[in-house]
């Protein structure tokens, strides 16, 4: 793996990574995809989910990434996202509660529960917990 | 005496200016911080998110979606972005100015105008022929979902085809002491040619390209219309910084300027006395 290619990750308040990586993987809407140098031109939805990218040294960084869009290009990866969190800002303890209340009520729904809100949130806080677990 | 007493009752008035102005210069700055912060933290975002757009629009095919639809530009779409107060140095002034230039080089074409900021409405709203929207008190507060509602009018008019393209004037935040006036097009999204060009290879969509683009091109109007929010914002408070910095200073001149008359005329006075004094006393010697 001699060749990188150039990662950006931003969000509408900051900027979070700007570097060349060895490898990006993605939580694209529809599955999981893996960018590598000279990827063919892609553009997908983000889903929720954990983004993971190897920096040339070899660590290895996770961000938790909800929403937005990313393109990769053969020489270089722009991830937009509508919210990201690093492992170190994640309250896990909130994280815990909601993923409980979504439990509960993904488990005993009634008739004003919005099933679809419940599995999203469902989704976030127990992404958040496996990559703040990382830590 | 008369002229000591009104001279003293200037200074003291331009004393209370300076209080005033000294104030809201230090508002203005304090709000300027804030603003150029947000400014600086969304840049990235927006910039990035452009690249995105020219690539996918350079690699697409024409008419893909009706937002990169290049027509003719027979009506026009102007969005003035202006301040909602006034005190703030030529900051207005200048998009005035500029928009009424513009006005005049599509004299041949069918133009209403929007207008963000309150100065820009009271200035144009006699002078102009067509008045469109007039959005207001959109800079109280910024989140990211203030652009997104003027983003959904300036879509849907392109869209239904009432307006060919769409134009904003804004000043953009340079620096402190630097303001630009900007003008630029909004919609259609890209300049489309690909005469002579040789075609790139065409993006692959996940999960398909009307959805992606349904999404990610009404995302980039809106991140377009905050950011100008949120550059004239930080402009608007940096020229008003200046501007009442300027003030400030003239009013110490001017306070200097009348305390040496006034000191001038009281010596006088005190002169005058003396000599009626001595002369006085040499009569009755």
Redesign the interface.
Known sequence: MSESIAF?L??????LF?EQVQEVTIP???GE?QALPLH??????LGVGELSCTLTSGVRKRVVVSGG?V?V?PEKV?V?VRTAELPEEIDTKRAEEALKRAEKMLLHPDDDTDVQRAMLAFARASVRLKVARHL | MAAIHNLRRRIKSVRNTRQITRAMKLVAAAKMKRAQERVY??R??AN??Q??IR??GS?LEIGKHPLLLNRPETNIRLVVVSADRGLCGSFNAVVFRRVFELLEQWQDKNIVVDFIGRKGFEHFQNKVDTVGRNYKDVFRKFD?TVGAGIAADLMNDFVAGECDAVYVVYNEFKSVLQQNLIVERLLPLVEQDFSGKEA????????SAE??LH??LP?YVE?QIFRVLIESNAAEFAARMTAMEAATKNATEMIDKLTLQMNKIRQAAITTEIIEVVSGGQISN
């Open positions: 950006a931003v969000s509408p308040d900051r900027s700007d694209a809407e529809t995809m063919t031109p892609t553009i997908a939805k869009f393109e290009l722009t937009l | 933290h969304a990235p975002y990035k998110l690249d995105v690539s996918v690699r990211p790139l290879i065409p993006h692959l969509f996940e999960p959805e992606v999404d990610l995302r991140t």
